[in-house]
């Protein structure tokens, strides 16, 4: 696996999401036990769930090799550390630093040994984080089947959400994947559930999937989940009304990159993954990213080293040098003040696809900055519109 520091160095430089860049929250290990009492069921709860996370994170393989004994003074900071991460409304790394650290005031961990133990407790609390919604969004013109598995690994099940609209606009209807963002090491697919249920709501089926993260795998492996999430729609479609020649595919920020991949990596073989149903294409029929990264021109060859890619694991991995004659059309939202992906990344797959005659629109949100689709329907609205014009005809 790629060191862990160069694994954050990737999440900062295209999606500022790095850990170590954030101020860890002055958390008092000598918590009141009364109030401990009062979550015990919770803490309860979380350790089920992380058991059950277990061949994935890896949590307690990593306690008994680094840890060893485990001091009632450990005990009690994994506890709050824990309930930390099980409530937090935020990115949960606040919680794992001064876990650490007390790890380390403790004498519990050796000094070449932080780095392993530290990628084993974030994965935990992206793997753990409570995810929520990107907005209310309430309809009762849809159907929900939930927590199908698409995709299986040897310690991993990805599942997603499926919603079907009550009044489809055809049949057999167009399907969009929605893949949210997060730097590729948090939230779930809870997140992009109102973007689902809005395009279902207007006719179209939508699902929202799952893909493994940052630190756990590497940024190859979940775009192949991506992939596999499209090849298990295809697989499906005659079981649910879909039409297997009609998939879009929305995403956010990081979700944007994978979706823009999506688009103009079709069945490229380095990139499909062992994620199942291998008999199925990966192609999809439209692309709506929303802050979309480019790994673009503007990606100087000193970030790229920096990344720890070769130029060869660059350019595969890159939505701008895969653009050709067979990309899916293409629509960009960006805000004109975004600091955490630049305009000039939009810019630049825009000028790729306008030179090879390609379908692509970009529209600029004036004055708006990374987070402007959040907290309201003006991107997905943008984006029904758009699915319905190259979907639906």
């Not at 249920?197 to 939508?206: D, E, F």
């Not at 708006?368 to 029904?384: L, M, N, P, V």
Request: aromatic share 12%.
């Amino acid at each position: 696996m790629r060191g862990l520091i160069q694994i954050l160095t990737l999440v900062a430089i295209f999606f500022s999401c790095n850990p170590s860049d954030k101020k860890a929250k002055n958390i008092d290990f000598d918590w009141p036990s009364s109030q401990q009492k009062g979550n015990d069921s919770d803490y309860e709860e979380f350790m089920e769930r992380l058991r059950e996370n277990e061949p994935y994170i890896g949590f307690f393989a990593a306690e008994k090799k680094y840890i060893g004994t485990t001091t009632p003074k450990y005990l009690e900071a994994r506890k709050i550390c824990f309930q930390g991460i099980n409530g937090s409304k935020e990115e949960p790394f606040d919680f794992v630093d001064p876990f650490i650290e007390l790890c380390k005031e403790e004498g519990l961990i050796k000094l070449n040994e932080e780095e392993a133990w530290e990628s084993v407790l974030i994965t935990l609390s992206y793997e753990m984080y409570p995810s929520m919604p990107i907005f209310n969004f309430i309809t009762d013109q849809v159907i929900e089947l939930r927590s199908l598995t698409f995709a299986e690994y040897p310690n991993k099940k990805l599942e997603l959400d499926l919603f079907i609209p009550k009044r489809p606009i055809k049949k057999p209807m167009p399907v969009v994947v929605c893949i949210h963002g997060g730097g590729f090491v948090v939230n779930k697919r809870i997140w992009f559930e109102p973007f689902a249920k809005y395009l279902a709501a207007n006719g179209m089926a939508a699902v929202t999937i799952d893909y493994r993260k940052l630190t756990a795998v590497e940024l190859k492996d979940i775009v192949g989940d991506s992939k596999a999430a499209v090849r298990w729609i295809r697989a499906n479609a005659e079981n649910y009304n879909i039409d297997p020649d009609k998939i879009g595919a929305i995403g956010a920020s990081a979700g944007a990159y994978l979706v823009a991949l999506l688009g103009t990596t079709g069945e490229m073989p380095e990139l499909e993954g062992t994620g199942g149903n291998p008999n199925f294409s990966s192609t999809i029929q439209a692309v709506f990213g929303i802050a979309t990264p480019a790994f673009g021109p503007s990606t100087s060859p000193e970030r790229i080293a920096g990344l720890g890619f070769t130029e060869e694991e660059f350019n595969l991995l890159s939505p701008y040098q895969n653009i050709d004659q067979s990309s899916a059309p293409l629509f960009l939202l960006h805000g004109t003040e975004d600091k955490i992906v630049p305009p000039e990344s939009a810019q630049e797959l825009y000028d790729k696809y306008k030179e090879l005659g390609l379908h692509v629109q970009l529209e600029w949100v004036p004055n708006e900055g990374h987070g402007f689709y959040e907290g309201k329907d003006f991107a997905i609205s943008r984006a029904t519109e758009f699915f319905i014009s190259r979907l639906a005809e």
